[in-house]
């Protein structure tokens, strides 16, 4: 009767342990899918205040400028929180790309400042020119995340925390890689242990610690090696990316006045971005056709003598989406140039396998979309009837 009695409590616990994790899973699902909603609808309104705001600075007097650019920075600090805020909680990442490491840190740092608290001071002594490095940059900022928590866990009573970069080399006991030159994060609960030689540490073995291992795991999914040292009482640990070869940078000219002779058409379901694009633009000395729909834009091309040489297209659009429309207009042109717009952190670019270099994610500034523009109908003069596709 005893033992019956124990293994029903024992059934029904788990039963309930079970439905309590189902829920959570449930939750997760559930905070996931409206996340993706607000990154879509933040930065589409984003993109319009940006949007709107830009046009302004352009016809503004210099006295009215200053309120304007205020707007413009306020508007960028909130898309950064916003995002890093979305991107770290997704279980998805990002892929890796040549990035400045100092940038990372700087963009991180009030974060950083925050997760320490108040009473720990973080101090960021970057060096410069340390050079780049090949990696994702989402990772790289849950290294810094985790490496910043793991510190104010496992250096008790810490005072300041610094965060150095420092162009140096592989440690002697890791894996030869092509090239022993590295960019080294450190993070050290002292302003000597920052700058002491690696040769006066003692190497720490990694233990059963929760926040080191998370560290370990973190660093490894982030393409980098991770050193955890002790040196006269002073903590460190640092952290090893491979560092790229210096290369030349080639930059194209554009040519100049080229706008006045090509035909845009942008295709974006929400008036609030699409209008000032259109706007900016003209000013910029293009010939600009719109659409709110898919089956619009193609309606358009198919009445129109003319040919449209760049089709730039939000990703996501009811009834047809972006690669729908682009994939239709390409089939009539063959030499179309194809941009595409995205609100989602390119979550769906990614399902729809479009290449990031085709991709402007909102809220972009518009000076950036004129840039990204000229660069491909230059592309385009060189490389021939080629599309982008």
């Not at 990703?315 to 682009?326: H, R, S, W, Y």
């Amino acid at each position: 009767m005893a033992h019956s009695a124990a293994k029903m409590a024992r059934e029904k616990a788990e039963h309930k342990t079970g439905q309590q994790t189902e829920a959570i899973a449930q939750k997760a699902f559930i905070i996931a899918e409206v996340a993706e909603a607000i990154d879509n609808e933040f930065n589409n309104l984003m993109m319009a205040v940006t949007g709107y705001a830009e046009l302004e600075l352009k016809k503004a007097s210099p006295a009215a400028r200053r309120p304007l650019e205020q707007v413009l920075r306020n508007s960028t600090r909130a898309t950064y929180l916003v995002q890093k805020l979305l991107s770290l909680s997704r279980n998805h990442s990002g892929a890796p790309q040549q990035i400045d490491i100092n940038d990372v840190i700087s963009g991180l740092a009030d974060i950083l400042r925050s997760l320490l608290g108040e009473k720990t001071a973080l101090t960021l002594q970057l060096e410069h020119g340390v050079g780049e490095v090949l990696a994702d940059p989402i990772e790289l900022e849950r290294l810094l995340i985790a490496s910043v928590l793991h510190a104010r866990r496992s250096m008790s009573g810490v005072q300041k925390l610094y965060i150095a970069t420092k162009a140096s080399e592989f440690p002697n006991h890791d894996a030869q890689p092509e090239s022993r030159s590295a960019v080294m994060i450190s993070i050290s609960d002292s302003e000597k242990a920052k700058s002491s030689p690696a040769s006066t540490w003692n190497v720490i073995e990694p233990n059963n610690n929760e926040s080191t291992l998370a560290v370990e795991a973190v660093a490894q999914s982030a393409g980098a090696t991770c050193v955890f040292g002790e040196s006269n009482g002073a903590r460190r640990f640092a952290v090893h990316f491979a560092a790229l070869k210096s290369h030349s940078t080639v930059t194209n000219q554009i040519e100049t006045g080229a706008a006045a002779s090509k035909t845009v058409l942008i295709v974006d379901d929400d008036d609030s971005v699409r209008l000032p694009a259109v706007e900016f633009l003209k000013m910029e000395g293009f010939k600009v056709l719109q659409a709110k729909t898919g089956s619009e834009a193609i309606n358009i091309v198919m009445q129109k003598r003319s040919p449209v040489d760049l089709l730039i297209t939000d990703v996501l659009m009811p009834a047809m989406n972006g690669d729908e429309v682009a994939a239709k207009l390409t089939e009539m042109h063959l030499g179309l140039k194809v941009l595409y717009m995205s609100g989602d952190s390119g979550g769906a670019a990614r399902a729809k396998n479009i290449l990031q270099k085709d991709i402007l994610h909102k809220p972009f500034r518009l000076d950036n979309l004129n840039q990204k523009i000229q660069a491909l109908l230059h592309s385009s003069n060189k490389g021939g009837d080629k599309t982008n596709r």
